[in-house]
């Protein structure tokens, strides 16, 4: 299966294979000319068939977007007209027909409606110089239309494929955008979840009796409830993310979390004092692990409650 840039390239190549194809036989139908007195002709028919070469050989990625579908289409556009005006019957009537089915097809933006385009181009086309010819040689102007003919096929298929992959491109970038508004709007949605969920987790731990502080495995506070705010006196905004051992408010409980981080040593109802702007206060201290669901550590806990008149209670 060939990938959607492969098949437009695909789809390039074989519009100008039919270009080339005409154009080349017209000038074997009119070989003798070029070679008496034309061979810039036939320069030109090489250069057209060596184009089919190069793109043929772009890479696939180049054919994304419209870009270069519009500069094969103004140089297809090019070799019409110079191959119209050498081999053909150049007229104006024809380059008229040329712009209004360039006109059509492009609004129809469909590949098929453009032949349909075409075919009612040629008619009208073939019927009205018909018409202004038919007192000055019918059947030898008769012949001549008759090699425009496949012209106007050609630009048709062009614009029409041309207005096709631009308003798929198009559609392709509107569909993105809405994609992206409609994940925009998810993780909105997700960030007020996450923020309330945070805040309700707060509220929680404010709720203890006990004061709590959590490391995240790193060794970062990520938690630090109102009652280890009453406790040491510094508020959870000053040290939020700070490295435990960068707090030095903390005193002896960095030791404790030194203790359960590099030594794996829980404390359990461990009596210490903090000096808190020259107030002492003794504090019991317990510490934990906090593990994720596949018992691998994510963090670390501390709870703390004031010592007072050797009994240990909450403030």
Known sequence: MFSELETRKRNIIYIRALLTLVITLLGVYKLNWIMTSAQYVGFYIIVLIASNVVFMLLPARLYEGIKLHFIIFMMDIIFVA??????????????????????????????????????????????????????????????????????????????????????AD?????????????????????????????????????????????????????????????????????????????????????KLFSDIKSKNQVSYEKELTVNIQNELKHLIAGTAFIRDRDDKIQGYLCTLRQKITGIAEGV
Request: charged share 20%.
């Open 82 to 167: 110079l191959a119209a005006y050498w081999l053909a019957n150049l007229d104006f009537l024809f380059f008229m027909m040329i712009f209004v089915t360039i006109f059509i097809s492009a609004i129809g933006q469909s590949t098929g409606l453009s032949v349909i385009v075409a075919i009612i181009a040629n008619v009208f086309y073939f019927f009205i110089r018909t018409m202004i010819t038919q007192n000055a040689g019918a059947e030898a102007a008769g012949t001549n239309i008759l090699r425009n003919v496949p012209f106007i096929f050609m630009v048709a298929l062009h614009a029409g494929y041309m207005a096709e992959r631009a308003n």
């Open 170 to 254: 198009a559609e392709g970038v509107n569909k993105l955008k809405r994609s992206n508004q409609a994940l925009a709007g998810k993780v909105n949605d997700m960030n007020t979840d996450i923020a309330a969920h945070a805040e309700y987790e707060g509220r929680i731990f404010d709720s203890f009796r006990d004061g709590i502080i959590i490391l995240d495995e790193n060794g970062l506070i990520k938690q630090f409830n109102k009652k280890a705010e009453a406790i040491f006196g510094i508020k959870k905004s000053k040290i939020l993310n700070y490295l435990y051992r960068e707090v030095h408010e903390l005193g002896d409980v960095v």
